[in-house]
């Protein structure tokens, strides 16, 4: 995929505080980067990796194309490590944080500096957090640590207090078409992105056909259910089966609308997805139970890493539906 961090425009006041940190050598030793779905917070430590690793850097940060930028970007790079999840492991181990630890406490090889990155840093098990512990309270010199984490709060405080935190919010829609257009090209990319949101890195893994496939399967499967037409329990079983993040954030996007409609807002807009209700007193409907079902598939969402009983959480939101 041709995804050049540098275009994506959302992440320029980071990109800026981050060089200004290390022209003036002032980078921390611990960065807890946290991430919104897509937005980008991977690429930012990548390209942060190169700036500290590039041998021919630009005023403007790495250059991009020096042995350095290439092999960090290619994950091969001696002095850059990287850990994540293994195969279908939902939690990184304390193995390979030990690991990642020792490394950081050799000397580099090219006399520079030393780069880590733990993506997604939530899935690191309790273990794991603490055996990072040493490294975060006595940062070996010329190190870098970073975490990359869409749910911060889910790393033990210990950890977190010893980091500097950037934050990466959700991308406007047009900087996020802007990009996809640039790095991915022309697609139904309004679409997609209405279906997942502005999440232009995770919309760029995808195939935007299949995307709009299944939102219309799943749109056909709700208004079933709500004409009683189909059944909560077998339909929760076949979403269960295949694409189910995907099916609910389609679930959810079909939600916000008919919450819109029935509060008289409108079109459809995504501003609900930044967890503001509007007015729940509007009177006439029954928006509350509606706002009650968003909450709670937005926490069958966030839960969908953990080991929930899917397919049993599903069949009893969509038996709301039908209410
Ligand atoms: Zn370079």
Redesign the pocket.
Known sequence: MAQSVTAASWLRPAREQLLAAVQQDRVAHALLIQDAPGAGGTQLAVWLA?LL?????APQG?????A???SVAADRHPDFTRIGLLEDSKQIRVEQARELAAHLALASHQGGFKVALIDPADALNWNAANALLKTLEEPPARTVLMLVAQQPSRLPATLRSRCQRLRIRVPEREPALEWLQAAVGEGPWEAVLDVIGNAPLLAAGLDPRAVLQIRDETVGGLADLAARRADAAQLADAWSRTELALRLACFETWLTERIRQRAGLGTYSLELRDGTHPDRSDPGSNSLGLFDLLDQLRALRAALATPVNRSLALESLLRSVVV
């Open positions: 190169q690793l590039c041998a021919t850097p790495p250059c991009g194309s020096c350095a930028c290439r």
